[in-house]
């Protein structure tokens, strides 16, 4: 099975790559302090912390902001990972963008050739947090700043099919190849609303799709009797990541994967998920 990769849309780019070059891009911050509905923004310094699986020692320490929603749980920060990823997303990214979900507002910072953003956050607490900080950097560089309260796939779903030049989504809370079905269909709406040339970047998705080739690799590297019981044994912790895995299973029931076949298999593993939708 050969998936087409659209020109708006490379699933191969990996916005995990390490790079130290975000350190020379100044970024301003969301202010650390107590905001509506008992949200935090809260300042670490940071000398040492895990980037990629590595250890990334500081020096000087980095001045982290972490947002702490009521529960005291951390809702999102701008980790030297976070600032890699971002970075690596602007570097493929000009002109009109749209933007899925406003983060703490690294990611238009790092862009280096924007004409506007369109910015679609359905929290209106984040928009409160982030929306001054990044109206004032966007007004000092001369780009056009625009900020909408609601949901990225409904405006996607609903409106005039648009022309913008790069789309840029980062509305999951977390990197989970379970995702990746409603993730591709958010992809495959933005495409509708690329102008020519224009490019949809999707974060962590490579990330994502990697997971699900690691899990593949894993199932079926078992003899087939022990697949089923195996996946019946994952089911109550992690049920949509099964229903993923279920339908790999069935493709090679009853097949024994050699170890010299397993890289052809887990390439078909990774072109299904790429266009397999929610």
């Known amino acids: 099975m050969r998936v087409p990769v659209s020109a708006g849309f490379d699933p191969d780019f990996d916005d ?33 912390i895990d980037v990629f699986g590595r250890p990334y020692q500081l020096d000087p320490p980095l001045d982290v902001r972490g947002l702490y929603d009521p529960a005291g749980v951390l809702w999102m ?27 703490l507002g690294l990611y238009p910072q790092y862009v280096a050739d924007a004409a506007s953003f369109t910015i679609i956050e359905r929290s209106p607490i984040v928009l409160k947090l982030v929306g001054p900080m990044l109206q004032e950097v966007m007004t000092e560089r001369g780009v056009q700043l625009r900020f909408l309260v609601g949901d990225v796939e409904t405006y996607l779903a609903r409106a005039e099919p648009g022309g913008y030049d790069t789309i840029f989504l980062d509305t999951w809370e977390r990197l989970d190849a379970a995702l990746l079905p409603s993730i591709n269909r958010l992809r495959d709406l933005s495409l509708r609303h690329l102008a020519p040339g224009g490019r949809v970047l999707l974060w962590g998705y490579r990330w994502m799709v990697r997971l699900f080739e690691e899990a593949c690799a894993t199932l079926l590297s078992m003899p087939p009797e022990e697949r089923e019981p195996w996946l019946a044994e994952q089911q109550p912790a992690n049920p949509r990541a099964v229903a993923l895995l279920t339908p790999i299973a069935d493709a090679f029931r009853g097949r024994t994967i050699q170890r010299w076949e397993l890289d052809e298999a887990v390439r078909y593993c990774r072109e299904w998920v790429r266009q397999v939708t929610a």
């Open 16 to 48: 995990a790559v390490w790079t130290l070059d975000w350190l020379r891009i100044p970024v301003r911050q969301v202010p650390v302090g107590d905001y509506e509905g008992g949200y935090r923004v809260v300042r670490e310094f940071v000398e040492q």
């Open 77 to 103: 920060s701008d980790t030297p990972q976070e600032r890699m990823m971002m970075y690596n997303n602007a570097g493929r990214s000009q002109g009109h963008v749209l933007v899925g979900g406003a983060g």
